[in-house]
């Protein structure tokens, strides 16, 4: 069944270079881009992005970092979309959960620098893609 899920290129991959690696991946995985925009966003996208953190230690920072820069956003298409991209992103620690061979695995040291979001449900989807695509 196909499926959308929101991509993020985070303000580190962009500046590291990263962007065509990432969807170099998407696509050779059989994954294809639907919409796809380079933007720095408001403080204000940025909290309701990551609202399941807002209570966590570290929500200040995550905001402040993606804030911080120009970033990728993509609606990513096809079958089993959201799960396929959370494998080809890899774990959210990208040295101790990360494998060699995911996106993370293979270009991040630091959580905080993960280089990549990847929607983590069907319902984180559809709420993150209304807010990133709105038309
Ligand atoms: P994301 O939402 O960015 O795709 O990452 P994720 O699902 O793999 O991880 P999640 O638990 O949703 O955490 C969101 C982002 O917050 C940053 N983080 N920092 N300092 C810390 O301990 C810490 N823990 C998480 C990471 O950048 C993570 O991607
Ligand atoms: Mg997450």
Redesign the pocket.
Known sequence: MSERTLVLVKPDGVKRGLVGEVISRIERKGLTLAQLELRTVERSVAEEH?AE?KDKP?FGE?VDFITSGPLVAIAVEGTRAISAFRQLAGG?DPVEKATPGTIRGDFALE??F?LV??S?SAESAERELKLWFPN
């Open positions: 990551y953190h570290f995550l959210t959580v905080q993960n979001h990847g983590d």
